[in-house]
Nanobody
Framework: QVQLVESGGGLVQAGGSLRLSCTAS????????KGWFRQAPGKEREFVAA????????DYADSVKARFTISRDNAKNTVDLSMNSLKPEDTAVYYC?????????????????WGQGTQVSVSS
């Protein structure tokens, strides 16, 4: 069974940092592109960041650019999201995703495999 499992969420004050990690099991996904989405209460799931399977291409939502960094370790089958200068509006459930598609990374429909999500809460 293919699984993506996120970890590292929690409660942090505004201006703080968190590091999310996602580990794949049941399948290596070493040649899959990987990404992070988030969904706040009452809002649609939105793109946060993505990284190509070799790590050479990355993309960020404008709202997190310069604050968040996505990285991957294919040997460990993980993808991480380092989040700095967190804001209350970053509060959401964060989802890890994987896909072999090469286009439309910013749309959730392009992503085939999803984790169960991890809660990130930022207090003001």
């Amino acid at each position: 069974q293919v699984q993506l499992v996120e970890s590292g969420g929690g409660l942090v004050q505004a201006g703080g940092s968190l590091r999310l990690s996602c580990t794949a099991s049941g399948r290596t996904f070493s040649s899959a592109h990987k990404g992070w989405f988030r969904q706040a209460p009452g809002k649609e799931r939105e793109f946060v960041a993505a990284i190509s399977w070799r790590g050479g291409n990355v993309d960020y939502a404008d709202s997190v650019k310069a604050r968040f960094t996505i990285s991957r370790d294919n040997a460990k089958n993980t993808v991480d999201l380092s989040m700095n200068s967190l804001k209350p509006e970053d509060t959401a459930v964060y989802y890890c995703a994987a896909t072999y598609r090469t286009t439309d990374w910013r749309t959730s429909a392009a992503w085939v495999y999803w984790g169960q999500g991890t809660q990130v809460s930022v207090s003001s």
